[in-house]
């Protein structure tokens, strides 16, 4: 192929890279150097000539890096494939740029990742010039590129070799490949690695690292190796540390294990924060212990922090599950004295567990006291209310509280209509009548109301 004409093949590519490729060939010095005239054609461009463009001072990187990914790209336009040493050099000088996106892009292409790691590293410590930070940075990113690619062997194989060689070892790096594991559900690997890590003496540990590696084993159930590894790692953890030990621990109501945990926080003078103090509210509740929760919104005030609403609603309705109403409606009572605004969720707290605890009549009090003070009454709230009348037998206050229910625009469960129509029946049939024909006309398909439903007169026919 002639110069000219391998010249006419490449200028197909100006649409796909942002530079002529025809012009660089033209203005490279190198090329120009390459031949006894300039004037005259070039039969094929070779390795060497790749070379001398490629490390050429006059022709920006990113033009080098272009013109490679063509060459690469287009095998049957040359006579010659890219070797390793140019793929490396190339790479380095983009490095030695802090072009370290570029770089890892040049890295992952399987025309150098088909090189086991020692002939990579071998071919950059025999014939490499560029400084030592330099290359620090190319075995930093082959940590990277390794890891993307779950080559989690050559990823130890490297650090090792950069150990053994005192090549500077970049922590972020190896907390990205620590993460990486832990995306990939590899605990025990990421374990290890981090083991290797501290076992290294190298400064390469930090909090970061030492988090991303409890908070694996905490996704794995394991919180008190995680506990351990914080213990035995002469890391100062943070509360971000503590923080997946803490939700593990109350996710699956293990409080032996918080207590170790807790305790382990006050000797490393770790405190807790906003988000630890509502996921531990939130895991006290669950499991029942109410008053150690509201013991925690009690320090939470005294410490100034800001407590929302919502935390209130969840140990009010944890007080309302297990009928301790009065202690409820005591905290309703230091909520608002501490200043905290209460929303439609708290009375929906109190007014389940005024059900609960068997007190209708209050809680249709509450729901007076609610309509007086133009308070938006939840769906919930009628749908409590009006079961809990019926149960009490209230079926006249049931009534009221279904035909207000409607006037706001809900409609109410078909099957509480019919247990309502099923006692209407022999106290008022006409009432019990309405009752049902609503029912139906609700496109509600009714299943029992007694010998109503079979009537022909009030269920209407298809």
């Not at 010095?29 to 070039?42: E, F, R, V, Y």
């Not at 501290?198 to 919180?223: K, M, Q, R």
């Amino acid at each position: 192929m002639t110069l000219q004409s391998f010249l006419k093949t490449l200028k197909t590519a100006k649409r796909t890279y942002p530079f002529s490729i025809y012009k660089l060939l033209i203005d490279s010095s190198s090329i120009n150097q390459a031949l006894d005239s300039p004037k005259q054609p070039l039969s094929d461009l070779n390795l060497s000539t790749l070379r001398r463009i490629l490390s050429d001072p006059d022709v920006k990187s990113w033009k080098c890096v272009s013109l490679f990914r063509f060459v690469l790209e287009n095998p049957s336009l040359f006579s010659f494939k890219p070797d390793l040493q140019t793929h490396l050099s190339l790479t380095l000088r983009v490095l030695s740029e802090r072009k370290f996106s570029d770089a890892q892009k040049l890295l992952k292409k399987p025309e150098i990742l088909r090189y086991p790691f020692r002939d990579i590293a071998s071919s950059v410590v025999d014939e490499c010039v560029f400084e030592t930070k330099v290359v620090a940075r190319l075995f930093n990113s082959m940590i990277m590129v390794y890891s993307d690619k779950e080559r989690f062997d050559e990823v130890v194989e490297v650090f090792e070799f950069m150990k053994n060689n005192e090549v500077k070892i970049d922590e972020k790096a190896l907390t990205l490949h620590l993460l990486n594991l832990k995306k990939r559900d590899q605990m025990e690997l990421a374990s290890d690695f981090f083991t290797l890590m501290v076992d290294s003496g190298l400064d390469v540990v930090s909090v970061y690292s030492l988090t991303v590696v409890v908070t694996a084993l905490c996704c794995n159930g394991e919180i008190k190796r995680a506990r351990k590894m914080v213990e035995e790692t002469k890391i100062k953890p943070n509360i971000v540390t503590f923080k997946p030990m803490i939700d593990c621990c109350v996710k699956r109501w293990d409080f032996e294990e918080l207590d170790l945990v807790l305790e382990l926080m006050e000797k490393e003078k770790v405190t807790l924060d906003l988000d630890t103090y509502k996921i531990l509210i939130d895991g006290f509740t669950s499991y029942g212990k109410i008053d150690d929760a509201e013991r925690l919104v009690s320090t939470m005030h005294d410490k100034k922090l800001r407590v929302e609403t919502y935390v209130y609603n969840l140990i009010m309705n944890g007080y309302s599950r297990l009928g301790q109403v009065e202690k409820a409606f005591e905290l309703h009572g230091k909520m608002s004295s501490r200043g905290v605004t209460p929303n439609r969720d708290t009375y929906c707290a109190l007014m389940s567990g005024l059900c609960k605890a068997g007190k209708v009549c209050e809680a249709m009090r509450l729901l007076d006291e609610l309509r007086v003070n133009e308070f938006e009454i939840a769906e919930a709230m009628y749908i409590t209310l009006t079961e809990e009348c019926y149960r009490a037998g209230m079926i006249s206050e049931a009534l009221k509280v279904v035909a207000e229910m409607i006037r706001e625009g809900f409609i109410p469960d078909g099957a509480v209509l019919e247990r309502l129509a099923d006692a209407l029946f022999e106290v008022n049939r006409a009432v019990a009548e309405m009752m049902v024909t609503f029912v139906v006309k609700s496109g509600i398909k009714p299943k029992s109301c007694s010998d109503l439903v079979r009537n022909e007169d009030v269920v209407p026919k298809d």
